[in-house]
C-alpha cells in the first residue's frame, strides 16, 4: 500500500518525464529543421553567426541557449565564452545547450553536423531522464 505522499512524488517524477520527452520532441525538430532548411531561416543562424564571425584570438566558444515553450525550441541567447564553463546560475531555466567552438570560415553543412550531433546527445540525455523518472515512478508505486 501505497501512502499519499509516495504518489505524489511518482506524479512528480512522471510530471518530470513528461518535460524531458518534451525536450526531446522539441530538440529533434529543431535538429531536422537545420537538417532540412536553409541555414539563414533556421533558429540557429545567430549561433552559426557567432560560431565563424567571432576573433579566435579571444573567443573559443559560443553556446546557444535553448529553452523550450509550448512545445517549441527557442534559442533564447548565443554567447561567447574566452574560457572555462557556465555556472549554472547563467543557465537557469535552460532546457538545453549547445556549444560549438569558435571556427572562422566554418561551412554551413559543416555547421549543420556539429550542431546536429550536440543536439542528438542532447536528445538523448533527455530521453534517458525521461525513462529514468519513469522507471522510479513505477518502482514508487510497486512499493
Known sequence: MTSIED????????????????????????????????????????????????????????????????????????????????????VEDCDAMVTIDVQRGLMPDDFAYLVGKKLQDEIEQHRERAAKARQNAAEREDE
Open 7 to 90: 504518489d505524489r512524488d511518482a506524479d512528480d517524477l512522471r510530471k518530470r518525464a513528461e518535460e524531458s520527452e518534451e525536450v526531446a520532441v522539441a530538440l529533434e525538430e529543431l535538429a531536422v529543421e537545420l537538417r532540412d532548411e536553409p541555414l539563414k531561416e533556421t533558429r540557429l543562424e545567430g549561433l552559426f553567426d557567432e560560431v565563424t564571425t567571432s576573433n579566435p584570438e579571444i573567443w573559443n566558444t559560443v553556446t546557444a541557449f535553448i529553452d523550450v515553450e509550448d512545445g517549441e525550441a527557442i534559442v533564447t541567447d548565443e554567447s561567447k565564452l574566452a574560457e572555462g564553463k557556465w555556472a549554472p546560475e547563467i
